[in-house]
C-alpha cells in the first residue's frame, strides 16, 4: 500500500497518508499559537518530506526481516525526522 499499488484499490493509501501528515504539520503552527498558515514554499518541503518518510518506512521493512533490526531502523531514523521536524516547527511560524 505504502509503494502505490497501482492499479489496486489501495493505490491512494499512499497518496491520502502523505496529504494527511502534510496537513497535520502545516496546522501545527496554527494549533500552537505560533502563526497563520505557511507559504506555500514551505508547504512544498513539508509534502517532500513526508513523501521520504513513507519512502523510508517502505525500505526499512524491505531491508529488514528480524523484528529487532526493525525495530533499530525505525528507532534510528525517527529519532533524526523528529528531531528535524520538532526544530522546524519549534521555530517562529514566519520563518516556517
Not at 513523501?51 to 528480524?66: C, R, Y
Request: proline content about 2%; charged content about 25%.
Amino acid at each position: 500500500m505504502l509503494r502505490g499499488a497501482e492499479g489496486t484499490a489501495l493505490e491512494r493509501v499512499r497518496r491520502l497518508l502523505i496529504a494527511e501528515l502534510t496537513r497535520l504539520a502545516a496546522d501545527y503552527p496554527k494549533r500552537s499559537g505560533r502563526g497563520e498558515g505557511l507559504s506555500p514554499a514551505t508547504l512544498f518541503v513539508l509534502n517532500r518530506v513526508f513523501v521520504g518518510t513513507v519512502d523510508m518506512i517502505v525500505a526499512i521493512l524491505q531491508a529488514h526481516e528480524d523484528g529487532k533490526a526493525i525495530r533499530e531502523a525505525f528507532t534510528a531514523f525517527w529519532h533524526f525526522q523528529l528531531k528535524g521536524l520538532q526544530s522546524s516547527l519549534s521555530r517562529d511560524a514566519s520563518v516556517i
